[in-house]
């Protein structure tokens, strides 16, 4: 069982940048991939950023690739995700996922714990 706990949302300007952080509970948090999704008022949920377990292997949305930066400290439990440049469309609450299965990194199926998600907000 991993528990995770996101924090670092807020409200920004456009061009601003934010850090989210996804604090991991349990010992086995080195052997999960970990993910980054968001959602924003009256559209699904989607993909942002996805890292292996060793954090040599990161994945990107294209609509965040070259402006966000996923990375994790196993000695921490903890994953983050780095956002530069925000954009009035990166208005969402962002969550953290857990896991590495099927077709990892991409589809939220396979992903097995959830945070309770971070509210980020980018003003034009």
């Known amino acids: 069982q991993v528990q995770l706990v996101e924090a670092g949302g807020g409200l920004v300007q456009a061009g601003g940048s934010l850090r989210l952080s996804c604090a991991a509970s349990?010992?086995?948090?080195?052997?999960?991939?970990m993910g980054w999704f968001r959602q924003a008022p009256g559209k699904e949920r989607e993909f942002v950023a996805a890292i292996s377990w060793s954090g040599g292997n990161t994945y990107y949305a294209d609509s965040v690739k070259g402006r966000f930066t996923i990375s994790r400290d196993n000695a921490k439990n903890t994953v983050y995700l780095q956002m530069n440049s925000l954009k009035p469309e990166d208005t969402a609450v962002y969550y953290c996922?857990?896991?590495?299965?099927?077709?990892?990194?991409?589809?939220?199926?396979?992903?097995?714990?959830w945070g309770q998600g971070t509210q980020v907000t980018v003003s034009s």
């Open positions: 996922a857990a896991g590495g299965s099927g077709s990892w990194p991409r589809s939220h199926l396979s992903y097995n714990y």
């Open positions: 349990g010992r086995t948090f080195s052997s999960y991939a």
